[in-house]
C-alpha cells in the first residue's frame, strides 16, 4: 500500500538560510508525489509534483524537490528561506489506480528574521 | 474570482443540530472533493464526486451526505452533529493530468466547524 511520512513535525530555520523539508514514501508502484502548501487560515495550494518525467521538480516560489527511487525520497528544498515561506507543508501521493491522494501528516516551517 | 468558494467560513452550533456547507467552482472542472483536517492538521479525503456522480465515499458517519446539483456544486449536509465533528472541512476540485494522471486538487479556503 502507498503511504508517505514526512519526517519532521516541525523545522526552524532563519530567513536567508537553505530550507530542507523531508519526505519519504512507501509504493509498489511508480507513484505521483507533490508537495502542497498550507498557509494559516487558508486552503492548501500545489507547490510542485512528479509524475515520472524528470526526478528533479521545480516549483513555485524558488521551491524544487527531488524524486530519489533509491532512498524512496522525494525531499523539498529551497536555497534561501523568505519570511512568507513559513505555513504547514504536506507531501502527498497517489494511491495506484484509484483517484485517492494520501497526505503525509505535516511540516510546520518556521521562518525567523 | 475565487476558484472554488466555500460558504460559511465558520460555523459554530450545538450538538445534535444538522448544518449544511456549500461549495462552488468555477474551473470547469469534472471532480471535486470534501476533506476533513483535525486540529492537528491530519487531512483525510470524505468524498469525491466525478461530474454529479460519487466515486469515493470514505468511511464516514452515514450522518454526512454529500449533495451535487450540478459538477460545479457538492454540498455537504451533516445530521446529528456530534463533538467530534469539530474540524476544518475543505472542499476541493481537480481535472484528470495527461494519461489519466491525477490533477491538481484546487482547495477552498475551507470551513471551520465547532461543535459544543
Known amino acids: 500500500a502507498q503511504s508517505v511520512t514526512q519526517l519532521d513535525s516541525h523545522v526552524s530555520v532563519s530567513e536567508g538560510t537553505p530550507v530542507l523539508l523531508r519526505c519519504n514514501y512507501s509504493s509498489s508502484y511508480s507513484p505521483s508525489l507533490f508537495w502542497y502548501v498550507q498557509h494559516p487560515n487558508k486552503g492548501l495550494q500545489l507547490l510542485l509534483k512528479y509524475t515520472s518525467a524528470a526526478t528533479l521538480v521545480k516549483g513555485i516560489n524558488g521551491f524544487e524537490a527531488e524524486f530519489k527511487k533509491s532512498e524512496t525520497s522525494f525531499h523539498l528544498t529551497k536555497p534561501s528561506a523568505h519570511m512568507s515561506d513559513a505555513a504547514e507543508y504536506f507531501c502527498v501521493v497517489t494511491l495506484y489506480n484509484t483517484d485517492k491522494l494520501i497526505f503525509g501528516t505535516g511540516t510546520r516551517l518556521q521562518v525567523f528574521p | 474570482d475565487t476558484a472554488v468558494s466555500q460558504t460559511p467560513k465558520y460555523l459554530v452550533t450545538q450538538m445534535g443540530n444538522d448544518k449544511s456547507i456549500k461549495c462552488e467552482q468555477n474551473?470547469?472542472?469534472?471532480?471535486m472533493y470534501w476533506y476533513k483536517q483535525d486540529s492537528k492538521k491530519f487531512l483525510k479525503i470524505m468524498f469525491s464526486y466525478n461530474n454529479k456522480e460519487l466515486i469515493i465515499n470514505e468511511t464516514v458517519p452515514n450522518r454526512f451526505s454529500p449533495k451535487s446539483p450540478d459538477k460545479a456544486h457538492l454540498n455537504l449536509h451533516i445530521n446529528s452533529l456530534e463533538l467530534g465533528d469539530s474540524a476544518v472541512y475543505f472542499c476541493?476540485?481537480?481535472?484528470?493530468?495527461?494519461?489519466?494522471?491525477?490533477?491538481?486538487?484546487?482547495f477552498g479556503e475551507g470551513s471551520r466547524l465547532t461543535v459544543l
Open positions: 474551473l470547469g472542472h469534472d471532480t
Open positions: 476541493a476540485s481537480s481535472q484528470p493530468g495527461a494519461g489519466g494522471a491525477h490533477g491538481e486538487l484546487f
